[in-house]
């Protein structure tokens, strides 16, 4: 059996991607940019007051007359200031190329037609410079930004509203076994109700990712064939819950090596999650889950959303992680490798009770998983490697 | 002027919804429960094989007639064992009552009709007792529990179809300002482009709130007003940018009394977004921001987002914190409380250049937001409260 850190490594150079999309800049929260993006403009565009108050002509003294106003919006660039002059300016504004500094409103005593300044800033103040954000044709955004709410906000202050990100990759999800039944119908003795395809198709719409489709095959070879053909047909990524198992019913890696998929690795020492099998068909890649439902949505974390942002033009990488002060005592692991439901709070982390992969309810309560190294004693206060679910 | 601590306060007594409403599980990601969940069945709902092997009921010795099998989804209930009997069985099948435990398949010699085990495990070993994880009539989850795809799997597995919810806000966003044009176009001297409704409308569908209504909005009192009116008449939050200010063209504050919202604080020492406003009418909660998109931006992450997720049912919370590591030196802060534009990676965090309430280059560059108390002198090395945005 690999170590995670095996088949992590498998996964990330399995993942490739190079299609690239123009879509409208407000659908495009979570994607990569496929290309670096130049400013068109600078920005700002022109020189413009940092606040609310008069645009001033030096010459000497401190009072001066004033000649009228300057709107955000308006015109300013006919606007001529003489020395001992001020115009009232707003926030915003177009300072006139004649003006020496900005005095804020707050500083100053109006009078009729003319203004006292009791103590002048210095030259510039309050002017934010042409181009003092960017210039035009300077470097906005490298490729493999990833687009945010700012990105956005800024690409959208450059006057942007397309650009070239890369595509999304197409899901698919397919569950195997013949005990599965529906959620909100009666059940059969000896059946359960499915949930592993609406658990991923939520963590896959959690990070924007639609499911293109979503099968259910009973556990018979030709059954199992024929979904994956029809769903690997459609997908990038296909997502396998159960028959991955050492069963006689366990039909899916034959299934997959009967639909010409390469098996990269089948069984990571891990708990849970062992028999977790991962297969390419040329760039399609395929992730056969095992069926219990904490061990789909371990690995859905853990391997199956580092490779949709690799996909998508960003890292490797899935759950934000970091080092948080374990309150939990857990005796020393056996040679697998455990992914462990945990609550962070701050800068702590509990393990929480009731471990067991076929366990949702801890799951469901969970905040985090903790990640523990074969052969190793956890104490509390040691610093443990922490996964934030949310 | 009232501190960033005595604004959350305010914001935080203001926010008022007990409105529930049922949905689908399958759309009730980010939701948080209106009421406690009893479990509705027993689950497992019958003792269940947590492993492929062999049922098996003992008397003496480690040889076993071996009497058919069972597969995950078939009835069992009619299957006796007999002493010395064995049932083949796999990951789970409904196990029957007269086994005393499973054995797996790994662990057994399988000959014709018989089977030989060489050491047996404990009686009960690999059976998952019937409502082990949770029985029927129990708590399953709190009312006010945050629904993750984990929530989702979780109640599938117990048959539920449709839960109860507290509703999400409908908001709505108003821009004002003469100089705002929409990205795209082509600018006139003076003018700028408009980012703050997009920055917002994409900073809010990241957790999953639709925007009602956008509106822009020239510097005037009665437009202002007018669009007030229109959009607080749908909405439960209304977010306006710019206007409220000191500048002669600043109607936002006068035009919110005219539409009877009553001021719960204007201006917070903070930087950026000393102006910010904020207010209410009965239950409904305005946001006034100032216009500078970094400023909005920053208010929308400190102020909206707690309110949001307080409005929806969760604790008054925004994005996710923790004291980070400093690589960064900050001469001695002023009066005012500061949120500055940061890049956190592991346990550290850098402060980034470029701090200016105008800038969203930076913001756009940034995964965190680093809080300074007023007055404060931060050396490397030193622990500084962090805010990651992704």
């Known amino acids: 059996m690999i170590s995670t850190k095996e088949a992590l490594n498998r996964i990330e150079r399995a993942v490739k991607n190079e299609v690239v999309l123009t879509v409208e800049l407000k659908n495009s929260l979570g994607c990569f940019l496929s290309e670096d993006i130049e400013s068109p403009i600078d920005l700002p565009m022109f020189d413009q007051s940092a606040m609310d108050g008069y645009a001033i002509k030096l010459e000497d003294g401190n009072k001066f007359k004033t000649v009228g106003e300057i709107q955000a919006g308006d015109d300013a660039s006919t606007v001529v200031l003489e020395n001992n002059q001020a115009i009232k300016i707003f926030t915003g504004a177009m300072c006139p190329d004649s003006a020496d500094l900005v005095c804020r409103i707050e ?12 103590e002048l800033p210095l030259e510039g103040a309050n002017i934010r410079r042409k181009g003092e954000q960017i210039k035009k044709g300077d470097l906005a955004l490298k490729k493999g930004h990833l687009v ?3 990105t956005i906000g800024f690409l959208a202050n450059l006057g942007i509203s397309k650009i070239k990100v890369f595509t999304s990759p197409k899901v698919a999800i397919l569950s195997t076994g013949n005990e599965l039944c529906p959620p909100g119908s009666i059940l059969p003795i ?23 489709g979503s099968n259910k095959t009973l556990d018979t070879l030709q059954a199992t064939i024929d979904n994956i053909s029809e769903l690997l047909s459609q997908s990038d990524i296909l997502i396998i819950t159960g028959g991955i198992s050492v069963g006689d019913y366990d039909f899916v890696a034959e299934a997959l090596e009967a639909n010409d998929v390469e098996q990269i690795f089948h069984k990571v020492s891990q708990k849970p999650g062992k028999p977790f099998y991962f297969g390419t068909k040329d ?10 439902p904490a061990a789909v949505m371990t690995c859905c974390y853990m391997y199956v959303l580092p490779a949709i942002q690799k996909f998508k033009g960003g890292g490797f990488e899935g759950l934000s992680s970091m080092e948080l002060v374990s309150n939990s005592v857990i005796e020393k692991t056996n040679g697998r490798e455990q992914f462990l439901k945990a609550f962070a ?20 309560e969970a905040n985090a998983i903790v990640y523990l190294p074969a052969h190793t004693q ?13």
Request: proline residues 2%; charged residues 25%; without cysteine.
């Open 107 to 118: 500083d100053i005593e109006e009078m009729d037609n003319t203004i006292l300044v009791n």
């Open 148 to 150: 945010t709410p700012a």
């Open 190 to 212: 000896g059946k359960i109700y499915e949930s592993n395809a609406v658990m991923l198709e939520t963590a896959l719409k959690q990070i924007d990712i639609e499911v293109i």
């Open 283 to 292: 760039d399609k890649l395929v992730f056969a889950l095992p069926g219990n």
């Open 345 to 364: 709070l701050g800068n702590e982390v509990s393990i929480l009770e009731g471990q067991s992969s076929a366990m949702l309810h801890t799951f469901a």
């Open 378 to 390: 956890l104490e509390k206060g040691d610093k443990v490697l922490t996964y934030k679910i949310y």
